[in-house]
């Protein structure tokens, strides 16, 4: 075969490959781990609740497509002034079913209104920082968590119709407790592991829920759970070299198997004694 033939055969078959790129290739944020933030803080929104209802699972999909929207829209923040037709309609097309399914639950439940404004709020932060260079920064990963897990008393909100203050306070004690994450993965990279901003990090997180505790917000069980972060941390903290050598496969496993642990106790505690006792 002449080197014109090798070529043209080499051209046939990058032309027939399949493009990633092209607009109807669906978009998923690539952010695993959140996913884990969503469903956990969302199953614990509804385990208080003590219901599921069909107003429950649309509140499900709709954070879903709320936290999907955001990665395309990211993603064309960085374009600069390059328009992607792939970014756009991903991105409008998860818009478009998480707002029709928000307006929904609005005019059922009026009080979601106060988490969408949140939530949206986390939104405009967020792509100005993308904007910005700075959507790495801790402030907008904090603020980023708290906005996921605005998932729990969306959950509650949209099953009961109202928002407690033990909702509010599972709201910030799961903020604090997979904002954690933010530091521990950071001892994974030398520029960035020193331990103070973590164990500062977390001694504030500490006082927080027992202030918490204190105003009647959250069971003692609840904040008890955020000993899992604490243990998580001081056990990487004492074992550097080690967890910065592993797999990230092996952080991923870790940070999912304590955020089901958390969940589990969480659970536990917010369930009422006659099921606890069954």
């Not at 002449?2 to 290739?25: C, D, E, H, L, R």
């Not at 429950?56 to 600069?80: D, N, S, W, Y």
């Not at 439940?109 to 904007?131: E, H, K, Q, R």
Request: some cysteine; proline content about 4%; overall charge positive.
């Amino acid at each position: 075969m002449t080197q014109s033939a090798i070529n043209t055969s080499s051209n046939i078959q990058t032309t027939a490959k399949p493009n990633p790129q092209v607009w109807y290739n669906p978009m998923f944020s690539p952010e695993h781990g959140v996913y884990v933030v969503l469903l956990v803080s969302f199953l614990i929104g509804a385990v208080t609740a003590q219901a599921w209802t069909l107003s429950t699972t649309l509140a499900l999909i709709c954070a879903f497509c709320g936290f999907q929207a955001e990665h395309p829209l990211v993603m064309q923040i960085k374009q600069r002034r390059t328009l992607k037709p792939r970014f756009l309609f991903w991105g409008g097309l998860y818009a478009v079913i998480s707002g029709g399914i928000a307006t929904w639950l609005y005019l059922s439940y009026p009080v979601v209104v106060w988490i969408y404004a949140g939530a949206l709020t986390a939104l405009i932060i967020d792509a100005f920082s993308a904007l910005q260079r700075e959507q790495k920064s801790v402030l907008n990963e904090l603020i980023t968590f708290a906005a996921v897990c605005l998932s729990t008393p969306f959950a509650y909100a949209a099953t009961t119709g109202m928002i407690s203050s033990t909702v509010v306070g599972l709201w910030i004690l799961n903020t604090l407790f997979f904002s954690s994450a933010i530091f521990t993965v950071k001892l994974r990279k030398t520029k960035t592991s020193s331990v103070i901003p973590g164990t500062i990090y977390h001694a504030v997180a500490t006082l927080i829920l027992v202030f918490l505790y204190w105003l009647g917000w959250l069971s003692p069980a609840a904040v008890l759970a955020f000993g899992l972060a604490l243990i998580k941390f001081g056990i990487i903290a004492v074992n550097q070299e080690w967890y910065r050598t592993a797999k990230i496969q092996f952080a991923a496993i870790l940070e999912t198997i304590t955020a089901f642990a958390f969940l589990t106790i969480i659970s536990l505690s917010v369930l009422p004694e006659r099921l606890i006792s069954l």
